[in-house]
């Protein structure tokens, strides 16, 4: 595949997009599944990041067919050949735009907020989307980045089918892709990962977005005290993994995550909850377990001995750093990440103040679950049998304060509805109650 999910694929397309970075562009991303992509467009350019929420107009009848669009600040696009050969009357037009108005409203409230919306009247835009299949959305995009005044558009996907490269040429300046296979026959099938985005994710992304226009770091005479935001570099032995510390101003507690085999620091639900404990005004550090190279070998993505060293050498890393040195740490572990923070956290000196684990792999720590001193939740979806039963099965051998939670009708992912913000209220919960006593 040539794109692990979205988040890798964003990475991608912004190298492409690279040489617009003068332009001092604003990046405009097509919900839901366009806004994991489009973050890191926003980020590798540095670029201010918003939603362009766009609905099709289908034809009463035939509501598959489009005959056009509609965008904020009432925006409407028709497509003059379709509503002739159908015969929809102006009054039929007026009702399906009511009726879709009504919900692109309701999305952009969703989705931004009391944010306001970016301005683009004489900039450079970038209307950034996971993936194009007809084009007919990006189309009606690029055509709603004009009307609010765009000074250029440039419309840019990971991947899309000739064809439709081809048709968009006219919508937008430019259409910058990173793949355009001949045979083409659904977005999905170029990315390992291709789970939908939720509603949760979207919103969190966009106020990590924001919060990032801002000062990086806000200093203060007492070291300790100083809020962060910035990528950093953890050193483990001989190797330099990159990673992503924030800190609140004030807070006197760092969360380490632990991601699952085959993510990274750039997970998009780990930063969702990320997001959500900085809120609460917990620190957090996200980092890679392997280099790029290490993790081209599978046996390293689920070698758990190495992982839970990476973790513990990215603990004693947090303790040299003057603004974290004395704060209180926590695990959060993710899948293969679990079992790698369970194994840190048994370590008899990691004095770690609490671990939760998100469809966790506890199994994995196995030997040593018994000498874990941390008070631990484990994080499962209903619908994860297995994981749920293993889950299950490392209580028994747990000796510290525990305690599972079953998130009703989730999967491994937590892709559902509320799934993933359900993880992040009980996870902010249990650490903002156990890492102010430490270790049980």
């Not at 028709?78 to 037009?93: C, K, M, Y």
């Not at 209307?127 to 084009?135: F, H, K």
Request: with cysteine; charged share 25%; aromatic share 4%.
């Amino acid at each position: 595949m040539p794109f692990v999910d979205r988040s890798d694929a964003g990475r991608k397309l912004a190298a492409r997009l690279e040489y617009l970075r003068d332009d001092r562009p604003v990046v405009l991303a097509l919900p839901r599944g366009g806004v994991p992509v489009a973050f890191e467009v926003a980020q590798a350019l540095d670029a201010p990041l918003d939603v362009i929420v766009v609905r099709k107009l289908g034809v009463p009848f035939q509501p598959e067919l489009g005959m056009g669009a509609i965008g904020e600040e009432g925006t409407r696009v028709l497509n003059p050949t379709v509503v002739r050969d159908a015969g929809v009357s102006e009054e039929q037009i007026a009702a399906v735009e009511r009726r879709e108005r009504a919900e692109l409203e309701r999305r952009i409230r969703r989705f931004r907020g009391t944010r306001e919306r970016v301005p683009v009247a004489g900039r450079t835009v970038i209307v950034v989307d996971d993936g194009i299949a007809t084009g007919s959305t990006a189309r009606a995009a690029c055509q709603v980045a004009r009307d609010q005044g765009a000074a250029r558009v440039v419309l840019a996907a990971p991947v899309a089918p000739p064809e439709s490269l081809e048709s968009l040429g006219h919508a937008a300046d430019e259409v910058v892709c990173v793949e355009s296979p001949e045979y083409f026959f659904a977005i999905g099938q170029w990315y390992s990962d291709f789970s939908q985005t939720p509603d949760e994710e979207v919103v969190a992304l966009l106020e990590r977005a924001g919060a990032r226009g801002g000062p990086r770091v806000q200093e203060s005479r007492d070291e300790t005290s100083r809020a962060v935001d910035e990528d950093v570099e953890v050193r483990t032995g001989t190797v330099l993994l990159p990673g992503h510390l924030t800190l609140p101003g004030g807070t006197g507690s760092v969360v380490v995550f632990a991601h699952g085999s085959g993510s990274s620091r750039h997970s998009s639900r780990n930063q969702f909850v990320a997001s959500a404990l900085n809120r609460d005004g917990l620190g957090t550090l996200l980092f890679d377990l392997l280099t790029e190279e290490e993790g081209l070998l599978r046996e390293n993505v689920f070698d758990i001995a190495l992982l839970s060293r990476r973790v513990t050498d990215a603990t004693d890393w947090l303790r040299d750093q003057p603004v974290t040195r004395n704060a209180r740490i926590g695990y959060f572990g993710a899948s293969t990440g679990a079992g790698a923070a369970l194994l840190a956290a048994a370590e008899p000196r990691s004095e770690i103040g609490a671990v939760v684990s998100r469809g966790g792999r506890p199994d994995l720590a196995a030997p040593r679950l018994g000498e874990v001193r941390a008070p631990t939740l484990l994080i499962v979806g209903g619908q994860d049998e297995p994981v749920l039963e293993l889950n299950r099965e490392a209580r028994a051998h747990l000796r510290c304060e525990n305690r599972l939670e079953i998130v009703p009708g989730a999967t491994h992912l937590f892709e559902e509805p509320g799934a993933l913000r359900a993880v992040t209220e009980l996870a902010s919960s249990w650490f903002t109650d156990h890492l102010a006593d430490g270790r049980c």
